[in-house]
C-alpha cells in the first residue's frame, strides 16, 4: 500500500464551482498533515496545514482531516482558472528517536479549472 | 525579499561529471531541504538539515552528499552523475525543524548525458 495516494487527475471543474481534492494516508501514527499548490514548471508552495481532527478555513481553501478514516481533503470554493495547478498532499509523522520527522508527499493530483 | 535561492537553474552533465548545487536562504530559518522530483515519483527527500552542523538521510540519498556550510547555505553534490538523477532539484527551508518545507526555491533542472 502506497503510504499517501491522491488521484492523479486531471480533476476538471468549472469557473465558480468547488473543488475537492483528497488524499488517504496509510501510517496512523502520523500527526500533521499538508497541501501545497504547484503550478507548471514552478515550485511548491505550502497553501494549507491541518494537525487535528474536522475543518480549518483560510479563505477559499478548507482543509478537512479524519483521522479514522486516514483521509485528509481539500476544498477549494469559487474555484478561479488561477487555481489550476498540481495539489500535492503531504503527510508528517514523528520518527524513532523523538527528534527526526519524515514528510511523505503524494504524487499530486492536477486541478483544471475551465472559464 | 529573495527567499530560497537556488543556483544554477539549468545544467546539462556528462556521465561521470560532478557538480554542486548551490542553496541559500535569508529567512534565519533552521531546517533546510534537498528534494529531487520525478514525473510520477512526486517529491522525494534526498537529505535535509535540521540545523547548522547536522544533516540526515532522505528517502533517496544514494549518489549524493551534502554539507550545511552555515545556517544560510545547504549544498548538494554529485559526486559521480549518472542518467539516473536527471531531475528537477528543489531546495527548501523552513522555520521550525519538524519536517515540512514552508519556502522552496526555483529548482535545478539537471539532465545527465
Known amino acids: 500500500q502506497k503510504e499517501v495516494e491522491q488521484n492523479s487527475g486531471p480533476l476538471s471543474v468549472p469557473e465558480g464551482a468547488i473543488a475537492s481534492l483528497n488524499c488517504t494516508y496509510s501510517?496512523?501514527?502520523?500527526?500533521?498533515f499538508f497541501w501545497y499548490r504547484q503550478y507548471s514548471g514552478k515550485s511548491p508552495e505550502l497553501i494549507m496545514s491541518i494537525y487535528s481532527n474536522g475543518d480549518k478555513e483560510d479563505g477559499r481553501f478548507t482543509a478537512q482531516l479524519n483521522k479514522a478514516s486516514q483521509y485528509v481533503s481539500l476544498l477549494i470554493r469559487d474555484s478561479q482558472p488561477s487555481d489550476s495547478a498540481t495539489y500535492l498532499c503531504?503527510?508528517?509523522?514523528?520518527?524513532?528517536?523523538?527528534?527526526?520527522?519524515?514528510?511523505?508527499f503524494g504524487k499530486g493530483t492536477l486541478l483544471t479549472v475551465n472559464p | 525579499n529573495a527567499g530560497v535561492t537556488q543556483t544554477p537553474k539549468f545544467q546539462v552533465l556528462k556521465t561521470g561529471q560532478s557538480m554542486t548545487l548551490q542553496c541559500a536562504q535569508d529567512m534565519n530559518h533552521n531546517s533546510m531541504y534537498w528534494y529531487r522530483q520525478d514525473p510520477g515519483m512526486g517529491l522525494r527527500l534526498i537529505y535535509y538539515?535540521?540545523?547548522?552542523?547536522?544533516?540526515d538521510k532522505g528517502e533517496v540519498p544514494n549518489g549524493y552528499n551534502v554539507s550545511r556550510l552555515n545556517k544560510r547555505e545547504f549544498s548538494l553534490r554529485l559526486e559521480s552523475a549518472a542518467p539516473s538523477q536527471t531531475s528537477v532539484y528543489f531546495c527548501?527551508?523552513?522555520?521550525?525543524?519538524?519536517?515540512?518545507?514552508?519556502?522552496f526555491g526555483d529548482g535545478t533542472r539537471l539532465s545527465i548525458l
Open positions: 503531504a503527510v508528517n509523522r514523528r520518527g524513532s528517536g523523538g527528534s527526526n520527522y519524515k514528510l511523505t
Open positions: 527548501a527551508s523552513s522555520e521550525g525543524i519538524s519536517g515540512q518545507p514552508q519556502h
Open positions: 501510517d496512523r501514527g502520523s500527526q500533521s
Open positions: 538539515s535540521a540545523s547548522e552542523g547536522t544533516t
